[in-house]
C-alpha cells in the first residue's frame, strides 16, 4: 500500500482575513444588507454610484473589525452590523472624495466612480454615505459610538487636509507622515475596533486594547500600502502603482530614501516631486532608489512592528478563535506582501 | 416756531432680520464663540479656509432660527447654542462643497474659498466642519437632534444630486424643482427650527408647527433667491447674478418661462441651457423673457404664499416679541426684494 501523497497545508490553508470572513459570514451578510438597503435613494445616480463603489466589494475590512471585534466581547445584541456599517459608509465617502481629490484613475480594481460619474456626483454622494453613516449610528442609541465616529471623522479630515498641504514638500519629517497616517487612516480603524467594546459594555481597560489593536493594525495597513505603492502590481492590487509618486505624495519609502540621498539623488528628487517633472523611466528610477536604500524593507519592518503591537494589545481579552484570529490578522497585513 | 421735520420712520426701522438679530445678541454671540472654538484645528489651512467662509459672517439665519425657536419656546438651557453652530457648520460644509460642484466665483461676495486654496481644500475641510457639527450634536445628548440633522443631511445630498441631474434638462418640471429646493434648502430650515422644540420638551404639535414654519421660510427663501439670480444686483446679493443661467441651472423663474415660451423662444433655451451655447447678450435676453412672461412675478407670488404659511404655522404658540419677529422675518424674506 502506498503511502497517500503529501499534502502542502501552506498552500491550501486560508489566510487570517479568509479565516475571519469564514467565522464573520452570517454577521457580514447582516452588514452588506444594511448597506444596500441604506445606500438606496429615489434619486437613481446616487444608488448608481454608491453600488460602483461599495458594490465593487473591496475587502470589508473595516466592518470585519467592528463585527469580530463585537464577537470577541461576547455581544448579543444587532448594533454591530449598524455600526459596521456605518464605518463602512464613512470608510466609503472618504474614498469618494479622494479620488476626487486625487485624481485617481482606479479603485478597488474599478473605473474610480469620478471619471464615470463627474467629481459633482463623487462629492455629494460621499456626503449622502456620510450622513447615512450617523443616520444609523442614532439607531444604535449609543451617544458614546457616535462620539467616537464624529471625532474619528474629523480626524480623518484633518489627516486629508495636512496630507495635501504636505504634497512636492521634500523636507516633510517622519513625524509628519506618522501624524497624517495616524489621522487618515489609523483613526477609523480604532474607532471600528473601539464602538465594538463600547456597546459590548466592556471596562474601560478592554476598550482602550481596542482601540490600540486598530490604531496599530491601521498603522502597519497604510504602511504596507505605502510601500506596494513603489513594489506591488497593479494587477494585485486593485489600484495603479506609482500613484503616490505621479501624485508628489510623500511617504516612508521617499521619506528615508530621501534623508539618504546625495547630491545628485535630491536634484532627483527635487525635479521629479517638488518641480513636477516626470519622465515615465522617473518612477523605475525612484524605485531603484528606495530599494538601494533598504527603504521598503525598513518600512516594512515597522508595520511589523506595530502588527506585533496590535498582536499584543489584544492579549487582555481570553484566548477564543475571534481573538486569535484578529492577532493573526494584524501579521497577516504585513505578510501579505513580504 | 417752525413744526420740527417730518421724520419717515419707515426708513430708520430696523428690518424683523435684524430685530430677530437684536434680540438674539448675545445668544448668537456665544453661537459665534462655539463656532470660533470649534472650526480650530492644529492643520492651519483648516481654520484659515473656515475664518474665509463663516468669518465672512453672512446672514448667519439658520443658526439665528435656531436660537430664536428656542427662546420662543422658553427654553432655559444652553444646547441650543451648540446646536445653532452645528447647523451653520452643516450649510457652511454644503456651501464649500457647492463652490467646488458649482464652480463659483463669489460666496458672501468674497472670492469663493476652492479659488484660493483649491477644490481639494474645499472637499476636505467641508468634511471636516460636516463631521464636527456632529461632535457638537453629540454633546448635547440629544439623539432626537442627531437624527433631525442626520436625516437633513442626506436629505440635502439627495437634492444636490438631484439639482446635479437636472442640469440643462429644459424638461424639468416644477414638481421636480419643488423637490430639490425642498430637499437641499427647506429641510436644513426645518430641522434648524425643529430641534429647537425638541430641546424645549416640545409637545408633538409644537414641533411640527416648528418644522413646519422653517420648511415653508426655507421655501420661500430659495424661491426668491432663485427669482434673484435674475433680478437683482451683484452687490447687494453678495454672489454673482446670472450663475443659474451661465450653470444650466434650471430654476421656476426659467421652467415657467419655458412653460409659456413660443417655437423661438424655446429654440433660444435650447440653446443657450441644453446646448450651453452661451453669449454675452444672452443674459439679458434670459431676463427680458423671464420678465414678459410674468414668471419672476409669480414666483414671487409663491414665495409670499409660503411665507404667510411660515407665518400661519407659528400661531400655535402664544404670543410673543420672539413669535411676532419669528413670523415678521416669514414676509421679509420675501418683501426684501419686491
Known amino acids: 500500500m502506498n503511502a497517500p501523497a503529501k499534502i502542502d497545508h501552506n498552500l491550501v490553508k486560508p489566510s487570517p482575513a479568509d479565516q475571519l470572513w469564514t467565522l464573520a459570514k452570517?454577521?457580514?451578510?447582516?452588514?452588506?444588507?444594511?448597506?444596500?438597503?441604506?445606500?438606496?435613494?429615489?434619486?437613481?445616480?446616487?444608488?448608481?454610484?454608491?453600488?460602483?463603489?461599495?458594490?465593487?466589494?473591496g475587502k470589508r475590512l473595516r466592518p470585519l473589525l467592528t463585527v469580530s471585534c463585537a464577537q470577541m466581547c461576547g455581544y448579543e445584541g444587532g448594533d454591530h452590523h449598524k455600526l459596521a456599517a456605518a464605518v463602512e459608509f464613512i470608510h466609503s465617502a472618504t474614498l469618494l472624495h479622494d479620488d476626487v481629490v486625487?485624481?485617481?484613475?482606479?479603485?478597488?480594481?474599478?473605473?474610480?466612480?469620478?471619471?464615470?460619474?463627474?467629481?459633482?456626483?463623487?462629492?455629494?454622494?460621499?456626503?449622502?454615505?456620510?450622513?447615512?453613516?450617523?443616520?444609523?449610528?442614532?439607531?444604535?442609541?449609543?451617544?458614546?459610538?457616535?462620539?467616537?465616529?464624529?471625532?474619528?471623522?474629523?480626524?480623518i479630515a484633518e489627516g486629508e487636509v495636512q496630507q495635501l498641504a504636505s504634497l512636492r514638500d521634500i523636507t516633510i519629517t517622519e513625524q509628519i507622515y506618522m501624524d497624517v497616517i495616524g489621522s487618515k487612516t489609523a483613526a477609523l480603524f480604532a474607532a471600528a475596533t473601539e464602538v465594538a467594546g463600547v456597546i459590548s459594555a466592556r471596562s474601560d481597560a478592554e476598550r482602550e486594547a481596542l482601540r490600540t489593536y486598530g490604531q496599530k493594525l491601521g498603522l502597519a495597513f497604510q504602511l504596507v500600502d505605502d510601500a506596494l505603492d513603489y513594489g506591488g502590481f497593479e494587477s494585485a492590487l486593485g489600484k495603479s502603482v506609482g500613484d503616490d509618486f505621479r501624485e508628489g505624495k510623500l511617504t516612508l519609502p521617499v521619506i528615508r530614501t530621501i534623508a539618504a540621498a546625495d547630491e545628485a539623488e535630491l536634484k532627483f528628487w527635487q525635479r521629479v516631486i517638488v518641480d513636477h517633472d516626470q519622465q515615465d523611466v522617473d518612477f523605475e528610477k525612484a524605485v531603484s532608489l528606495i530599494r538601494k536604500a533598504g527603504a521598503l524593507k525598513s518600512t516594512l519592518d515597522l508595520a511589523r512592528n506595530y502588527a506585533a503591537e496590535a498582536r499584543r494589545a489584544l492579549e487582555i481579552f481570553p484566548e477564543s478563535e475571534w481573538r486569535s484570529t484578529l492577532q493573526d490578522l494584524a501579521d497577516y497585513v504585513v505578510d501579505r506582501i513580504s
Open 102 to 155: 486625487d485624481e485617481s484613475d482606479l479603485r478597488r480594481g474599478r473605473k474610480a466612480a469620478n471619471l464615470i460619474w463627474g467629481n459633482s456626483a463623487s462629492i455629494l454622494v460621499g456626503d449622502f454615505l456620510f450622513a447615512r453613516s450617523f443616520n444609523l449610528m442614532v439607531e444604535t442609541g449609543s451617544l458614546e459610538a457616535l462620539d467616537i465616529l464624529s471625532t474619528a471623522s474629523s480626524v
Open 26 to 57: 452570517s454577521d457580514m451578510a447582516a452588514v452588506d444588507a444594511i448597506i444596500l438597503e441604506r445606500m438606496d435613494s429615489p434619486i437613481g445616480m446616487i444608488p448608481d454610484l454608491a453600488q460602483h463603489l461599495v458594490g465593487a466589494g
